[in-house]
DNA sequence: GGTAGATGGTCAAGTAGCTTGACCATCCTG
DNA sequence: CAGGATGGTCAAGCTACTTGACCATCTACC
């Protein structure tokens, strides 16, 4: 496999993220949801489950829990999270979701899906898993920061 | 197929495509090139066949021609770059690599031979081979721009 | 051929999202 | 119950962008 080869399917593989990124953007902003920028998606894909700390939120998005705390600022600012006591360390505070909050990521869900749709009427249902299977593969298992 | 599927989906692929971007800027730097930022590898992309005036750039990268003009700053500030007068307009200037900028274009191309030899231990040849095609048919055709 | 608007580019000032540095409160360990 | 580690915030600074204003040159129309 040439190097060339190589580029082109790297630029493929970021066109496609790139794209994905900005409907998944726009789709979140048709359904009414303003103020967010992509990177707070990872943020909720952080605080969905059960909430997270500022320090969590800070190593799962790759910057200082400075930076974390101020996103957490906005998005509690805009109604997308609350700071509540953390449970069981006085210390910490624990971010969750709120109801706007989850609505928010179901309506990114419901973006995504549009976007893997349009997959879909091009290559076909198994050869979307196919992808889905492989990229998984390739991935690497950590987080997913946005890198650029 | 369900919206979690989407998710799950999107995640890989951001997740690859995140990896990759990393991978190529350490391999970068590893070769020597120091100073440049993940986003300069786009425009290095527009800039490497004939060279481009600020203004395709700016289109090529999604921002303002002041914001590219600040980039070329830096590419020639380093060496990578130079202003020519352009051949056909007197208004505008041709951007073009130097031989410096070239051993950078060439060692990114490397560098992300190397991250695709990667998969190609995981996946072998044929399936990253058809990873790449199927990416390519749902890319969106345009520029690629860092959308985030 | 001259003039009016469009286009390429830069200078200047402002902004947003991050950084580093300093600090306090609370925890854990010996 | 000390002393260091950890969670979090406040404050200041940096950098890559933005918007706004401006000049030089091209292009189209009369």
């Keep these: 496999m040439q190097n060339s080869d190589a580029m082109a399917l790297s630029a493929a593989l970021l066109a496609a993220a ?24 990872f943020a909720f894909a952080r605080l969905a489950p059960d909430g997270a700390t500022v320090t969590d939120l800070a190593a799962h998005l790759g910057m200082t829990k400075q930076a974390a705390s101020q ?3 906005e998005l509690v600012r805009k109604g997308y999270a609350e700071r509540r006591p ?7 505070r624990l971010v969750m979701l709120t109801e706007s909050g989850w609505a928010c990521t179901r ?5 995504a899906a ?11 249902e198994s ?5 889905g299977d492989r990229l998984l593969r390739i991935a690497p298992g950590g987080p997913v920061r946005p890198a650029w």
């Design 18 to 41: 790139g794209g994905l990124t900005q409907r998944i953007h726009e789709g979140v902003v048709a359904r009414g949801f303003e103020g967010l920028r992509p990177a707070h998606g």
């Design 71 to 73: 996103l957490v600022d």
């Design 86 to 92: 953390h449970p069981a360390d006085a210390r910490a």
């Design 107 to 111: 309506a990114a869900e419901a973006a």
């Design 114 to 124: 549009d976007a893997v749709r349009a997959w879909v009427d091009v290559l076909g």
């Design 127 to 131: 050869e979307v898993r196919a992808l």
